[in-house]
Each structure stands twice: as structure tokens, then as C-alpha cells.
């Protein structure tokens, strides 16, 4: 009935010259426990998508253990994740690959969203878990969620390293991380689905419209898409419909997917994917809005120092950050470099770390302060999360530090990137300080050239 036909690979025995390719009915199955070697260690669903034509694509309901620890659920019975599951099938196979965080994180988020639109329920699977107020994930769809774009990447967690590398001797001061993970992440994306579906039936838009824009908007989405990219999905098949556009973009703004909201990285072909992001809250000028990145509160460009400095415009360097010639932003001057002059690699043969820390900064007129910088990184992708750029943050001066950001990209493709980090915990803050950590976490598979920082800038937003 929302548009999900034969022509659109649905799923289907026979599609009576409908278009697209018959023989794929679904499978399902049920109850397993110990007889599925996929479903026997823990409560869970699952929906296996094939291709539009090739049978036959499976779907597996397993036995939750409930919350009160009395009795198991079948998964079968709960409209939610039977909804859900199905979901999955429908999301894949008109956007045909949802391989990557971003994507597959939507993945899950349009699932759930099917199942919150099936039941009229903010609530997923409540029965299954026992839980009546946010079910099996961290919020309820509905106000109460505090999720924006600006969350992608940082809601699982905190992790320490020794968390994820038990066997590595790492020291307590590498500090706590976040990292990405689908279904925390689709939370993201379920919770502004939500408050677009509760604006537009709030405005007289009729439910069944609404369960359309959706399949249409999925149907124009691109293989393996941004959070941005299906946002612009929705604003395009909201338009063709007929619909409000200013008031799907007040929503999509409300919680950080705003008109300037973009992806700090280009997606390089080994990751594929874009796992650190800017939110903005503005909405286009043909909707009222307005976007200004306000005046500068702090600059460095690190010009006037010599190379192997490890200060320059206040900013000190520990490890292997030093000033360097080797990469800049234009033809003059140096950058901060993380690895080793002589080599051009931060290979050491041992595990290399440093900090790259500011001066005290005095943010106290900043309500809305951003880290603007240009960032050249060439470094391991073996395996998450080795490797990577932590932005932190400190409110006391710089006695403690906690992640803010984590800077995922392993290669700006051999010339500088423009990033921007929200540093919204800097808000206001008289006695702040930021601070860019790299840690190679092990002794292995670091030849690589490194990252460098070049012209960093501070500044308070202002958008509307």
C-alpha cells in the first residue's frame, strides 16, 4: 500500500507481471534457542535479504530472556521486532546496500521506525525485554530522546582500551572512549524519523501519507548513503508529495541535521564510510533560517615557529607532535606533525602516543563554540579503533581530559581535509582547553606517514 511492489524488489513467489524478479518468498522460523547456531548465545532476530529474485530470503526469531528473569519470550509474538525484522528486508532492498556505520545504523533506525509507525508505540520491544519504559533501546522515541547528529560515534561507551585490548599492557591514562555501533547509532536516526512522523500527523497530514513518504524517500536514496544523504531523500520526496518542506527541515534541525550539518570525511574505498560529523541546527534561508560561523575566539597557524618545535602560538606538543615543513596549508609557514621527520612515518617499533594540547582558552561568551581545522591523515585502518585522532576536551584548565570526538578517517586522500568538531561541553567555559590525542595502541602495522593540524580556528556559531 506505501509503494513497496513488484517493480520495487519486494518479496514475493509470483509477481504476476507486476516487474521486477519472482521466486523469493521470505522464510521464517521461530523459537530457536540451541537449534540455530546463530541465535544459541544470545536473545536475538534477525532478517537475511537477498537479492530481488534469489530465494529466499530468511527471517529468525529467537527466545529473549526477559528482564524479571522468570520466563523466556518468543520474539514471534512481538508485533515489534516481527516489524522490525521485516523492516530490514524492505530498507535494503530499496536502497540495495546499507554495508557501511552510517547506513547500516539507518538500517536499524528505519526498521524500528517501521515498527513505532506499525504499533503507534514509541516503545520497541517492550515485550520481549520486559521493559515498558524504553524497551530493548536506551530511549523511547518520542521527546524524551536526547539524540542529535552530533552524537554519531559517541554513545556507546565509555570504553577504556582495556576494555577492548585486554591483552595490551595500556596504561589508565589513555582515558575513556565512545565508538560506533549500528544499533545505538540507528537510535539516532529512529528518533528524528519519529519527531517527523509526530510533526506531519500533528499538521493534518494523514498516516498513510506519511508511512508513504517514507518508502518513496528510501526509493531515491543512494547505495550506502550518509545520515545527510537520506535526510535529502526525505526533504526531496517530502517536496514531490506535496508536503511542508520548511516544516520537515525544522524537525531535521531540532536535532542537529540542519542545512550546514555535514560529514568531516571523504569516505576512502578500504572504510567506506563517514564516522565523524558536524551537526548544525539552522534551517535553509527559503525557510527563515540563518547560519554564520561568528567571529574567531582562537587562532593557530603555527607560521612562526621552526621545524622540530613542539610549541608554537601556544599550543605544546608531547610524543612525535612537532612543527614540520613537510605538509602545510599553503606555501608558507609549518603545521603540527604526528611521526617522524627522518623517516616520514610515526613507526618507532614500539606503541607511540602524544597530545597536541591548547592554551587555556576563554570561551565564556561561546554558546555555541567550534573546533575548525585542516587535517592531512594517512594512517593504519586495520582494525578499529587502532590508529585514531581523539579530540578531548577539559572544563579545568587542562588537570582532566574527557573525549569528545574521535576523528575515524585513516586517509584525506594526500591533501588536507576541513574539519569542524562541536565543542559543546566548552559552552561557556572560562577555563577551557582542547586537546588533539593520538595513540597508535600497539607496536604494529605503523608505517604510515601520519596526521598533521594545520590552521585551527575557534569560533561561536550562531544559527537559527
Known amino acids: 500500500d506505501f509503494g513497496f511492489k513488484e517493480g520495487s524488489r519486494n518479496m514475493q513467489m509470483n509477481n504476476f507481471g507486476r516487474g521486477g524478479l519472482q521466486g523469493d518468498p521470505i522464510v521464517a522460523a521461530s523459537g530457536f534457542v540451541t537449534d540455530s547456531p546463530v541465535l544459541s548465545s544470545f536473545s536475538n532476530a534477525l532478517f537475511a535479504t537477498l537479492p530481488d529474485g534469489v530465494c529466499c530470503p530468511f527471517t529468525a526469531f529467537g527466545l529473549f530472556t526477559v528482564a524479571d528473569g522468570f520466563r523466556n519470550a518468543d520474539s514471534a509474538f512481538d508485533s515489534d521486532v516481527i516489524v522490525h525484522e521485516h523492516g530490514h528486508g524492505v530498507s535494503t532492498r530499496l536502497v540495495r546496500k546499507l554495508n557501511t556505520i552510517q547506513s547500516g545504523a539507518m538500517g536499524e533506525g528505519w526498521s524500528d521506525w ?77 528518533s528524528v524519523l519519529a519527531d517527523l512522523r509526530t510533526a506531519l500527523l500533528g499538521s493534518g497530514v494523514s498516516p498513510l501519507t506519511v508511512s508513504t513518504l517514507m518508502i518513496k524517500a528510501l526509493k531515491s536514496t543512494p547505495a550506502n548513503p550518509s545520515m545527510i544523504q537520506a535526510r535529502n531523500a526525505l ?26 550539518a555535514a560529514n568531516n570525511e571523504i569516505p576512502d574505498t578500504a572504510a567506506g564510510d563517514s564516522l565523524s560529523v558536524f551537526q548544525a541546527f539552522d534551517r535553509p534561508s527559503s525557510c527563515g533560517g ?70 587555556i582558552l576563554d570561551l565564556s561568551g561561546a554558546d555555541r563554540p567550534v573546533l575548525e581545522m585542516s587535517l592531512f591523515v594517512k594512517t593504519e585502518e586495520s582494525f578499529f579503533p587502532f590508529d585514531i585522532l581523539w579530540v578531548r576536551v577539559s572544563t579545568d584548565g587542562g588537570v582532566t581530559f574527557a573525549t569528545q570526538r574521535g576523528i575515524f578517517f585513516w586517509d584525506t586522500n594526500d591533501g588536507f581535509r576541513r574539519v569542524r568538531i562541536d565543542l559543546a561541553p566548552l559552552a561557556l567555559e572560562s577555563n577551557a582547553r582542547i586537546q588533539l590525542y593520538f595513540d597508535t595502541v600497539d607496536e604494529t602495522f605503523n608505517n604510515f606517514e601520519g596526521v598533521y593540524v594545520d590552521k585551527i580556528d575557534i569560533r561561536n556559531y550562531t544559527e537559527q
Open 235 to 260: 526533504l526531496t520526496a517530502g517536496t514531490q508529495m506535496g508536503l511542508d518542506k520548511c516544516a520537515i527541515w525544522t524537525v531535521f534541525a531540532a536535532r542537529g541535521f540542519g542545512n550546514n
Open 290 to 359: 540563518s547560519f554564520s560561523t561568528g567571529i574567531s575566539i582562537h587562532s593557530a597557524d603555527f607560521d612562526g615557529a621552526s621545524v622540530g618545535d613542539t610549541m608554537a602560538d601556544d599550543w605544546s606538543g608531547t610524543g612525535l607532535w612537532h612543527v614540520s615543513t613537510r605538509r602545510r596549508v599553503g606555501t608558507n609557514g609549518g603545521s603540527f606533525y604526528f611521526g617522524s621527520e627522518g623517516s616520514g612515518t610515526y613507526n618507532t617499533g614500539a606503541r607511540v602516543l602524544g597530545t597536541l594540547t591548547s592554551p
Open 114 to 190: 517501521f515498527a513505532l509507525d506499525y504499533a503507534d508505540d514509541p516503545v520497541i520491544a517492550e515485550y520481549v525485554t520486559g521493559n515498558s519504559s524504553t524497551g530493548i533501546r536506551t530511549v523511547r522515541y518520542d521527546d524524551t530522546s536526547p539524540h542529535q547528529l552530533g552524537d554519531f560515534g559517541n554513545l556507546l561507551g565509555p570504553f577504556t582500551f582495556e576494555d577492548l585490548f585486554e591483552s595490551l599492557p595500556l596504561p589508565a591514562t589513555v582515558g575513556t572512549i565512545f565508538i560506533p555501533e549500528v544499533h545505538i547509532d540507528g537510535e539516532i536516526w529512529a
